[in-house]
């Protein structure tokens, strides 16, 4: 069964460069019956958010569909509304602390000059020189990648998983796609 693998391996290769999953489990510690940490639930969050925004109800259904289990390590079932609430309960007294912290190590990580900030939550902005556009993203013409026009790109991308001994395949990917990944650094069979 095929299915979508979109731009999960681009978000699972910058949640953990941003140390998304250990912030959130070391503010926020689950007891020892749990079966998933409140980090890999909020990391799937950040995922579904970022890929195909569900209602928290539909969050399991979005997994199912997509290739997280492959991904992330997470079956759908795990993810259902109840989990995913329970997660963000945890997470709501400490997002201060988690914002600040995965705020830090984006800093720290992507070298990010810090001496003119200015600090919005609310977004998402890549501002700088770039070496290159990439032809293609954007209605044919050349463009600077984006969050949103890579994000966009990405979209179409299926996993087939493995099966019987056979390893997991990527059907046709476009030129455009494996030059975003490649751009990237981001091999999206590595996190499968």
């Not at 109800?57 to 993810?79: I, P």
């Not at 998983?161 to 490649?182: C, R, Y």
């Amino acid at each position: 069964m095929e299915k979508a693998l979109g731009s999960l391996p681009v978000v699972a290769a910058f949640a953990g460069r941003l140390r998304i999953r250990d912030v959130i489990d070391g503010l926020c510690p689950v007891d020892d019956r749990s079966e998933l940490t409140h980090g890999q639930v909020i990391e799937a969050l950040v995922a579904n958010r970022l890929t195909s925004p569900e209602p928290l109800v539909r969050v399991r259904d979005w997994a199912a569909g997509y290739a997280v289990e492959e991904v992330f390590g997470l079956r759908a079932e795990q993810l259902n509304d109840d989990r995913v609430g329970r997660a963000l309960d945890a997470i709501a007294a400490r997002v201060d602390s988690i914002a600040g912290s995965v705020g830090a190590a984006a800093i720290e990580v992507f070298g990010i000059d810090v001496s003119r900030m200015h600090w919005d939550m609310t977004s998402i902005s890549l501002h700088g020189e770039y070496e290159q556009t990439v032809a293609g993203l954007y209605a044919g013409r050349p463009a600077v990648p984006t969050t949103r026009l890579i994000f966009q790109a990405l979209t179409s991308i299926r996993l087939i998983p493995a099966s019987s001994g056979n390893p997991h395949t990527i059907p046709q990917p476009t030129p455009l796609q494996l030059e975003l990944l490649d751009l990237l650094d981001v091999n999206p069979l590595e996190w499968c």
